[in-house]
């Protein structure tokens, strides 16, 4: 599968949602962007990358209440190795010898 581009800060702010999991709120995906990613993000630009990852199919929004909570529609493993396969098909030409003489120092 070719999964939409993600931008790096795209990356993140999924890479918090799949942190957290299911059901993820904007304050707690904001809260994990500036604690374990070190971002000085406000909440509007959280919510422009999260109406991104929407528009990109990564997530999906439902109301609970009064807040907004996201789904994830991709999993951090097919996201994961979709991006691994991309990388491995550029940079080295499908060679997974390459691949693993850059990783592991050996061929």
């Known amino acids: 599968m070719n999964y939409p581009f993600l931008t790096q800060a795209e990356q993140i702010v999924m890479k918090a949602i799949w942190d957290l999991g299911e059901g993820s709120r904007l304050e707690f995906i904001l809260h994990l962007c500036i604690t374990k990613y070190n971002k000085k993000w406000k909440q509007q630009t959280i919510s422009t990358y999260l109406k991104k990852l929407v528009d990109k199919g990564f997530i999906s929004s439902y109301r609970n209440g009064r807040y907004i909570h996201y789904s994830i529609n991709i999993s951090l493993e097919d996201y994961r190795k979709d991006l ?6 550029f940079w080295y030409d ?14």
């Open 84 to 89: 691994l396969l991309f990388e491995t098909s």
């Open 94 to 107: 499908d060679r997974k010898d390459l691949v693993e003489k850059d990783l592991f120092g050996r061929l």
